[in-house]
C-alpha cells in the first residue's frame, strides 16, 4: 500500500497547480500527504484490526485529522463532520484511491473483489465508485500474484494479462489518446482509472509511472495513488523513496505501515497441504500458459468440481479449489490448473489454463480419466474440461 502512499505526496504540491514538467522535483517542502493517504491508512488498520467495517475506521482516520493538505471534498468532508454518516452515490476516484491494502492483505480473488466493494460502499456506493475500486484492487492482486510466479520480475506479457484482466472485469477502455485527458481535472473512477491503467501500460518502472502521472497536469495526488498502488506491485518501489515518503508521516502512521506490511509480508512456504497431506507449494512451481479455448461449465458442473474429493490410497489423482485455482493434482505433483469466470449468461467460462513441466509430454489426464479414477459425476466434468482444452482425444 505504500505505493499509494507515496503517489499521493509525489502529486499533492501538484493537485491545484498541475504541472506537465516530466522532470518536477519528486519530494520537497512543499509537498505533504492528503486524505489519499489518511483513508488508505485507516484501510490498513481495518485490516490489522480484523474488521470489515472500514466506513467507522475511515470516518476515526479523517477525524482524527480535519485539515490535511488539500483538505477534504465536499460532500466527503461533510460525511467525515456527521455523527451518522450515511454513504451518499459517490462515484468519485477516491473510491479508488484507497483500496490498495486489501489487494495485499488477501489472497484470494473473491475475496479481494468483497473487500474493495465494502472499502468503497461506505461512502461511494454508486456501482460506478465500486467498480473502480474493486477495478485497483484486482490489478494489484493480479500484478502481486504474477511478479510472485515470475520471481519478484514481470515479464512484457504478464503486464499484458494484468490490463486485460482489470479490462476484462470492468469494461475500461485502454484506447486512449494522451492528449485526450492531458491537463483534464477529472474526479470520477470511470474517468480516472482507466487512465491510471493505461498509464502504467506505457511505463518502465515505479518512478516512471509516478512521473507520467503527476507530469499528466490531471487530478494530480489521486491519480499518482492509484497509478502508484498498482506500479508498487508491478515493479516495487525503490528503497530511498520509501524512506522519503514515510518522513512525512506523522508517527502513528508510520506505525500502521510498519505493521501491515509485517503481517502481509509474501514469502512462500516451500510446502501446501492439501486434504492432510503435504505437497509442493504450487506457487514455486514452473507454471506454462497455454492456450484459451471456448470451455463452459454449468453451475453445477463448476461447483462439482470445485468440491474435489479426498482421494484414498487407491485414488492418487485429486482436482480441488486453492488460492482461487482449480488445480489437479497427481501423486503429490501438480499438473494443471484452471481459472473460470461467471459470465452474464450464468455460465462459468474458461478464462486461463496453465500447465507444469510434469505433465509436458505426458498423457496423464488421459489415464485419469481411462482409469476411470473419479465419481462419475466429477469424471464426467473433468472430461468435458480436458477434451476442451484438446488434451484428451476420448
Known amino acids: 500500500m505504500l505505493g499509494a502512499i507515496i ?22 517542502g512543499k509537498n505533504s500527504y492528503t486524505d489519499d493517504t489518511i483513508c488508505t491508512i485507516a484501510m490498513a488498520d481495518a485490516l490489522l484490526h480484523g474488521s470489515e467495517n472500514y466506513g467507522a475506521y475511515i470516518h476515526e482516520w479523517c477525524r482524527r485529522y480535519p485539515h490535511p493538505m488539500g483538505g477534504y471534498g465536499g460532500r466527503f468532508a461533510q460525511w467525515v463532520m456527521s455523527n451518522h454518516p450515511q454513504p451518499y452515490g459517490s462515484f468519485g476516484n477516491g473510491a479508488a484511491m484507497r483500496v490498495s ?66 479490462c476484462n472485469f470492468s469494461d475500461y477502455s485502454l484506447n486512449i489518446r494522451k492528449s485526450d485527458v492531458q491537463n483534464r481535472f477529472d474526479e470520477t473512477c470511470q474517468g480516472t482509472v482507466p487512465v491510471a491503467l493505461w498509464i502504467i501500460g506505457h511505463s518502465t518502472g515505479f518512478e516512471d509511472a509516478l512521473r507520467q502521472a503527476v507530469s499528466l497536469g490531471a487530478d494530480a495526488d489521486t491519480l499518482g495513488a492509484i497509478v502508484g498502488s498498482i506500479a508498487e506491485a508491478v515493479w516495487g518501489i525503490p528503497e530511498w523513496m520509501k524512506k522519503k515518503a514515510l518522513s512525512y508521516l506523522p508517527e502513528e502512521m508510520r506505525v500502521v505501515v510498519r505493521e501491515f506490511h509485517n503481517r502481509t509480508k509474501h514469502h512462500k512456504p516451500k510446502t501446501a497441504v492439501v486434504y492432510g497431506v503435504e505437497y509442493s ?12 479455448p ?31 485455482w482449480l488445480y489437479i493434482t497427481r501423486s503429490g505433483f501438480w499438473l494443471k490448473k484452471f481459472r473460470f469466470e461467471k459470465r452474464g449468461d450464468g455460465l462459468f467460462h474458461l478464462s486461463e489454463h496453465q500447465t507444469t513441466d510434469k505433465e509436458a ?22 472430461m468435458s474440461v480436458i477434451r476442451g482444452i484438446g488434451t484428451c482425444p476420448i
Open 281 to 292: 507449494n504450487p506457487d514455486l512451481e514452473t507454471w506454462k500458459r497455454e492456450d484459451v
Open 101 to 166: 491494502p486489501v489487494a495485499w492483505a488477501l489472497d484470494d480473488s473473491e475475496e479481494v473483489l468483497r473487500h474493495a466493494k465494502l472499502t468503497a460502499s461506505c461512502t461511494h456506493n454508486h456501482p460506478e465508485g465500486v467498480k473502480g475500486a474493486q477495478t485497483v484492487a484486482l490489478a494489484i492482486h493480479r500484478a502481486r500474484i504474477l511478479r510472485e510466479q515470475s520471481d519478484g520480475k514481470m515479464s512484457g506479457e504478464d503486464l499484458k494479462d494484468l490490463l486485460i484482466c482489470a
Open 7 to 28: 503517489g499521493d505526496i509525489v502529486g499533492s504540491r501538484w493537485e491545484f497547480n498541475p504541472t506537465n514538467d516530466y522532470d518536477f522535483e519528486l519530494f520537497s
Open 361 to 382: 509430454g505426458r498423457n496423464l489426464l488421459q489415464e485419469i480419466l481411462i482409469e476411470g479414477y473419479f465419481e462419475p459425476s466429477l469424471r464426467e466434468v473433468v
Open 294 to 324: 471456448a470451455v463452459v461449465l454449468t453451475e453445477e458442473q463448476y461447483e462439482t468440481f470445485v468440491r474435489g474429493y479426498v482421494p484414498d490410497w487407491e485414488c492418487r489423482y485429486a482436482p480441488f479449489l486453492y488460492k482461487g
